[in-house]
Structure formats: structure tokens, C-alpha cells
């Protein structure tokens, strides 16, 4: 059973700070990573996309991921009231499986 | 670029009836397109990964006769919801895979809601 497992929060982060959200994975082959962001009531949007070892950083928005401990995080910069959102993350494993694996979502609150 | 819409995006209907959800891409050919499913409070599960012009794959659990997909298209994929009962309320959410990449766009969803 391949698993992502995120802290369901809520996560409340003042106004202007750093907002860091975790996610672990339980399949070793899974090749690619990505966060989206879900309002209440909508669909996912996408945020980013990261598929190697290290940081990738777009904007205010930070993704780093480690193969080795299977971890995926994503910061947020910044943070704006309008971030409060929940924040997905998501997996796509190896071996020909092309649907995503969703983690349950981090619920993250952004107090002005 | 890279837009996804679904129609209708909120549906009421009948037990014992049958409804049909379309998914597109707007201004990309989707050769693989997806179906969730997400219930309150929940996450989004992988349904079934719709490939134009050859039959679903279908996760394990979702019944392949209940919930008809066809992609017909590279732009076009539907998911018929046959004889829907209370349980299959949900929040149906398709999206399409950008070619030689691994990224989905999601469309808007479309609630379900069978009384």
C-alpha cells in the first residue's frame, strides 16, 4: 500500500513568516513530487513539481525534497492571508503507474 | 495554458439514476486523463486513468461497470456514474496529463449529490 502521510494541522502561521509544511512517503521508487493547493469547496491547483535531491524554489515558494529519508517539504515566504489553504502533497510512483498518490492535506492558516 | 474544465460543476439526481460528467482540456491534447474522488474531509483518491482511444484502468475497488469511463478524445474524457446511489455522493474531480511530463492540471470538479 503505497502511503503519504502529512500532518493534518490546522498549521497557523502569522502573517509574514515562514510557513513550512512536511509530507513522507512510503514507496522508494516513486519518481516525482508535487504540492498543490486546495480551497475549501475547489478543485487542486498546482503549485509546483520537484523530482530530484535538493531545493527547487519558485517565487515565494520553496520545494525540497530527499530521496534518502523520503521526505518532501514545501515553504511558503512570506505568508499571506490569501495562502490559507490546505495544502496537498502529492506522488507519483515508479513502475508505470501513471495516477498520483494524494497525502490527506495540511490545513494551513494564515493569521493577519 | 494548461486549462481543464468540467461539466456539469454540480449535479442532484435521483437514486437508481445515471449521470454523466465531462472532463476537457482546453488548450492541450491529454492522451492520459484521471478521475478522483474526494469525500468531505478526505483526500483525493485515484479512481481510474482514462487513455484516449483504449480502455480504463481502474484502481482497485472502484467498480469498472458502475463507473463508465471513455476517452474518445485527446481532449475529451467522460465519467458515466451508472444507476448512483447515496453513497456515490462525492466531489468527482478529473484532470489531464501534460505530454512527456508527469504534471496534472485538474478541472474545477463536479459535485454529485444522489438523494
Known amino acids: 500500500q503505497k502511503e503519504v502521510e502529512q500532518n493534518s494541522g490546522p498549521l497557523s502561521v502569522p502573517e509574514g513568516a515562514i510557513a513550512s509544511l512536511n509530507c513522507t512517503y512510503s514507496?522508494?521508487?516513486?519518481?516525482?513530487f508535487f504540492w498543490y493547493r486546495q480551497y475549501s469547496g475547489k478543485s487542486p491547483e498546482l503549485i509546483m513539481s520537484?523530482?530530484?535531491?535538493g531545493d527547487k524554489e519558485d517565487g515565494r515558494f520553496t520545494a525540497q525534497l530527499n530521496k534518502a529519508s523520503q521526505y518532501v517539504s514545501l515553504l511558503i515566504r512570506d505568508s499571506q492571508p490569501s495562502d490559507s489553504a490546505t495544502y496537498l502533497c502529492a506522488v507519483k510512483s515508479g513502475g508505470g503507474a501513471d495516477g498520483l498518490t494524494f497525502g490527506k492535506g495540511t490545513h494551513l492558516i494564515i493569521q493577519p | 495554458g494548461a486549462v481543464v474544465s468540467q461539466h456539469p460543476s454540480w449535479v442532484i439526481c435521483k437514486s437508481g439514476t445515471s449521470v454523466k460528467i465531462e472532463c476537457r482540456s482546453l488548450d492541450f491534447q491529454a492522451t492520459t486523463m484521471f478521475w478522483y474522488r474526494q469525500f468531505p474531509k478526505q483526500s483525493l483518491m485515484l479512481m481510474a486513468t482514462?487513455?484516449?482511444?483504449?480502455?480504463?484502468?481502474?484502481e482497485q475497488g472502484v467498480e469498472k461497470d458502475k463507473f463508465l469511463i471513455n476517452h474518445a478524445s485527446l481532449t475529451l474524457s467522460t465519467l458515466t456514474v451508472t444507476s448512483a446511489h447515496p453513497e456515490d455522493s462525492s466531489f468527482y474531480i478529473c484532470?489531464?496529463?501534460?505530454?512527456?511530463?508527469?504534471?496534472?492540471?485538474f478541472g474545477p470538479g463536479t459535485r454529485l449529490t444522489v438523494l
Open positions: 482514462s487513455n484516449e482511444g483504449s480502455k480504463a484502468t481502474y
Open positions: 520537484i523530482y530530484s535531491n
Open positions: 484532470s489531464a496529463r501534460l505530454a512527456a511530463t508527469d504534471t496534472q492540471y
Open positions: 514507496d522508494r521508487g516513486s519518481q516525482s
